[in-house]
């Protein structure tokens, strides 16, 4: 069943909703689906293809949502399913159907220039790979063809249990895995890679953020041992894969000391990759479930080269949700854009919803990275706020500053490699001391309204007085 729908409407934010992913492609961000109100819960019906042939498109420079009606057939698993960006094209894999511990193992494209979706593979109950969601996925390129592979989750029992991996049944007769699957798109061919080192056990609920081609980091998740004892983990895990061998290799890391900062285990988090183009690519996560099935309240970052993590100060509109995405944009070498959308959130009547309160349902938040690898969090923007004037000045001076810095540092790239390095810490140097004049500016801004406004109030106190004689 296709459905085509040509219209757009510009709306300030997207609908509320958990489950879903968001993904940027250039300066635009995606998201599609996820448990919202007025989806059925069914397998399929006209209803359900309507709500979800639309994809909400956002754009950071107007601060702008605009829901776009696509072409051809989405996909059925709608909660959970996985999400990745190659080039201009998005790609979906499995999902929960949001009824009956139904679940995929498809794999569909969203051009997102033509806004028509193709089905790669339909759903096959009999395909040796496990129909699943709520686990990772990422890509990487070899010998011209670009793969998917896609790890864990949970779903239905599988058709065939493969020897390299651990297949564990629920109490609630869904099973949990950490089967790899290896998709070629160019070939449509399916293949399972082997596994060495301290692999991820049976898993869901954690997020796999890609470093590089061949190399990505994971926290955390649901994991479930041999005798189904489930387990909230903690733990940071490295993997590459060695294309030439069908290898993936596993690193695990876990917290070393009981005074070191880490965060507590977690799973339906949110997370992203902050990658600047220096040698220090971060992993940024909020939110999520605790072992007692508690909301978070958390915002962290994991240095990926020191082992380290940063707990970072931020509202808590952010911060504490789970089931909900969250994306980020490098504005410059210095400053990066966090977005935060849907989840259900902890709201201040004590009832867990689809989120805090309409407004925020999507939250900007700044975070500005120095060259020793630290982060502080700057301004927050609610949806109201992005339509400011204050918010469009602020992006394009960071972009501006930016460009700037840009063109200075291709002027010497052919020098010499020790001038170079030289040219890019002083750019790096300024562009700090260039941030922290536009707070100081800000701040003085803030004091210079607060001071009119004290004046104001000082007269109106002094037209009372005079009134009363």
């Given at each position: 069943?296709?459905?085509e729908t040509s219209t757009f409407k510009t709306i300030d934010q997207p609908n509320r909703r958990t489950g879903h992913r968001t993904v940027s492609v250039g300066d635009s961000l995606y998201l599609w689906a996820g448990?919202?109100?007025?989806?059925p819960e069914v397998h399929d019906s006209e209803e359900k293809r309507r709500i979800t042939s639309n994809i909400q498109h956002f754009t950071p420079s107007t601060g702008q949502w605009i829901t776009r009606g696509t072409t051809g057939t989405p996909p059925l698993g709608i909660i959970g399913y996985c999400c990745t960006?190659?080039?201009?094209l998005l790609y979906y894999f499995g999902g929960d159907c949001g009824h009956e511990n139904c679940y995929h193992n498809s794999i569909t494209q969203?051009?997102?220039v033509s806004l028509q979706w193709r089905e790669l593979e339909p759903t096959d109950a009999t395909r040796p790979v496990m129909m699943r969601g709520h686990g990772g996925m990422m890509s990487f390129e070899h010998d011209g063809a670009h793969h998917l592979l896609m790890i864990g989750g949970k779903g239905s029992k599988p058709a065939v249990k493969l020897p390299d991996y651990k297949y564990i049944e629920l109490p609630n007769g869904a099973w949990r895995t950490n089967e790899h699957s290896i998709y070629n798109i160019l070939s449509k061919k399916w293949?399972?890679?082997?596994?060495?080192?301290q692999c991820l056990p049976p898993a869901g609920g954690f997020i796999i953020e890609k470093i590089n081609n061949t190399r990505a980091v994971l926290?955390?998740?649901?994991?479930?041992?041999?005798?189904?004892k489930e387990t909230v983990a903690n733990n940071i895990y490295l993997l590459e894969i060695h294309v030439s061998i069908s290898t993936v290799f596993w690193q695990c890391i876990k917290k070393r000391n009981a005074i070191e900062q880490w965060p507590v285990g977690r799973f339906m988090y949110g997370g992203a990759i902050i990658i600047t183009g220096s040698d220090c690519p971060m992993l940024v996560i909020s939110g999520g479930l605790d072992k007692h099935y508690?909301?978070?309240d958390d915002c962290w970052i994991f240095n990926i080269t020191q082992h380290s993590w940063i707990k970072l100060d931020v509202p808590h509109s952010v911060s504490k949700r789970r089931s909900h995405s969250l994306s980020v944009f490098i504005m410059s070498p210095h400053c990066v854009w966090m977005i935060t959308v849907g989840g259900y959130a902890y709201n201040f009547s004590g009832i867990d919803q689809l989120s805090l309160i309409d407004d925020i349902n999507v939250v900007i938040t700044e975070l500005v990275i120095n060259s020793r690898g630290g982060c502080l969090v700057g301004d927050t923007f609610d949806p109201k706020e992005m339509t400011s004037e204050y918010y469009k000045k602020k992006y394009w001076h960071i972009k501006g500053v930016c460009l700037e810095h840009l063109e200075e540092y291709q002027k010497p790239r052919k020098g010499n490699t020790a001038d170079i390095e030289q040219t890019v810490q002083a750019l790096m140097k300024r562009l700090e001391e260039k941030e922290i004049k536009l707070q100081e500016k800000e701040k003085e801004v803030q004091a210079f309204c607060q001071k009119m406004e004290q004046k104001e109030r000082d007269e109106a106190e002094k037209d009372q007085e005079i009134r009363k004689y």
């Open positions: 069943m296709a459905f448990n919202q109100d007025g989806l960006a190659i080039n201009d969203l051009d997102t293949s399972n890679p082997s596994i060495i080192g926290f955390g998740g649901m994991e479930t041992d041999d005798k189904a508690d909301t978070l």
